[in-house]
């Protein structure tokens, strides 16, 4: 007798998910854990991922094998994918506890904590892209406040003390929760941020996944090329939020601009002290904005940005899906019923 095929993701052979269970296929599981899946198959496709990183001194478009960004073959026998799991290697660089990131990639056998990853599963286009040309179209990018611990964490990993030199030119702000005393110093926080950026070119890692999945237009109706996977580094990325956060008026902070100032207080405070306080940074350096998120920026902005012939046409085909999620995977999602969008796709109740 045949065993029945059960239901699990490409590549996906060892982690700490277990996808026979439905609870494992939940939005939130699913968002991170599909993103993993689909980098293993390009892999196994010989595939190499987009890359956003810092070139020849600016930011550039580029590619990164999956095993490079990995930093392990993802479908050889030592590989293991830690969902929600802490980058312990990180810990050394904060004071309290490593908050837990999407994905981090583990080798069996030697016990090393290899890479951590940020996951962003994208739509493209977004709502504010979606009427526009197809070569403009954009995804929205929503940022957590952790996603910029672990950024400060990588840039600390990869230059060290020598950020030092970068952080000397700015008086001393007496009390970094007044937004007074701030505004008058984040265009040099924001140049500063850059030349770190730069800095970091040799050093620089994988940092953020990004996978997008595309539709014709704003309808729920998938493109024929619709997935494509891009990596952000560490130091694109901060060169990233340093370009967002201009704000040439400067009469109050901005999410963008308050991201800014994190990283910058930050990397200050592993100077000084080789460690630095996430939690009381994040929570004091509000400037009366909430902090249930670092900042978003929508696909008119990341566009600039993530701009190249696979953000117009994505490389893999809707068709393949079904190489990635197998043995009956679909029928334990669980999506979300959004009333608008069943509106928007029931045209007949309008006839």
């Known amino acids: 007798m045949s065993k029945e095929p059960t239901p699990h993701l490409f590549g996906l052979e060892k982690s700490?998910?277990?996808?026979?269970?439905?609870?494992?296929?939940?939005?939130?599981?699913?968002?991170?854990?599909?993103?993993?899946?689909?980098?293993c198959y390009l892999h196994s496709k010989n595939i190499k991922a987009n890359y956003l990183h810092i070139?020849?001194?600016?930011?550039?478009?580029?590619?990164?094998?999956?095993?490079?960004?990995?930093?392990?073959?993802?479908?050889?026998?030592?590989?293991?994918?830690?969902?929600?799991?802490?980058?312990?290697?990180?810990?050394?660089?904060?004071?309290?506890?490593?908050?837990?990131?999407?994905?981090?990639?583990?080798?069996?056998?030697?016990?090393?904590?290899?890479?951590?990853?940020?996951?962003?599963?994208?739509?493209?286009?977004?709502?504010?892209?979606?009427?526009?040309?197809?070569?403009?179209?954009?995804?929205?990018?929503?940022?957590?406040?952790?996603?910029?611990?672990?950024?400060?964490?990588s840039i600390?990993?990869?230059?060290?003390?020598?950020?030092?030199?970068?952080?000397?030119?700015?008086?001393?702000?007496?009390?970094w929760t007044d937004a007074q005393q701030v505004l008058p110093y984040v265009a040099q926080i924001i140049q500063v941020l850059k030349n770190i950026s730069i800095a970091l070119e040799s050093y620089q890692t994988p940092f953020l996944l990004?996978?997008?999945?595309?539709?014709?237009?704003?309808s729920s109706q998938l493109a024929d090329h619709c997935l494509d996977v891009f990596f952000w580094s560490d130091a694109g990325f901060l060169n990233f939020i340093a370009e967002i956060a201009v704000n040439s008026h400067a009469s109050k902070i901005t999410r963008q601009t308050r991201t800014a100032i994190w990283l910058y207080k930050m990397l200050l405070d592993v100077v000084s002290d080789s460690k630095f306080n996430h939690g009381k940074i994040i929570d004091n350096l509000s400037y009366n904005t909430k902090n249930d998120k670092a900042f978003a920026s929508s696909g008119n902005i990341t566009n600039k940005f993530m701009t190249c012939p696979r953000l117009l046409k994505p490389i893999i085909e809707k068709s393949e899906i079904q190489n990635i999620i197998l043995g009956g995977g679909q029928n334990l999602l669980s999506?979300?019923?959004r009333f608008d969008a069943i509106i928007y796709n029931s045209p007949e109740l309008f006839q």
């Open 16 to 39: 700490n998910r277990d996808f026979v269970a439905r609870e494992s296929w939940g939005k939130n599981q699913f968002n991170s854990s599909f993103p993993a899946a689909l980098c």
């Open 55 to 153: 070139n020849q001194g600016s930011f550039g478009y580029g590619e990164i094998s999956i095993e490079n960004a990995f930093g392990i073959d993802p479908l050889g026998s030592d590989t293991y994918f830690a969902f929600e799991s802490c980058h312990s290697p990180f810990q050394k660089f904060v004071i309290g506890t490593i908050p837990r990131t999407d994905l981090v990639i583990h080798n069996t056998s030697s016990g090393q904590c290899l890479s951590a990853f940020e996951v962003k599963l994208t739509a493209l286009p977004d709502n504010t892209t979606c009427d526009s040309p197809e070569s403009a179209f954009g995804s929205e990018l929503v940022v957590r406040p952790d996603t910029i611990v672990y950024l400060a964490c």
């Open 156 to 175: 600390t990993k990869g230059v060290g003390e020598h950020t030092k030199k970068y952080l000397q030119n700015i008086p001393e702000i007496d009390d």
């Open 210 to 218: 990004q996978p997008i999945w595309k539709t014709l237009g704003k």
């Open 335 to 337: 999506p979300e019923r």
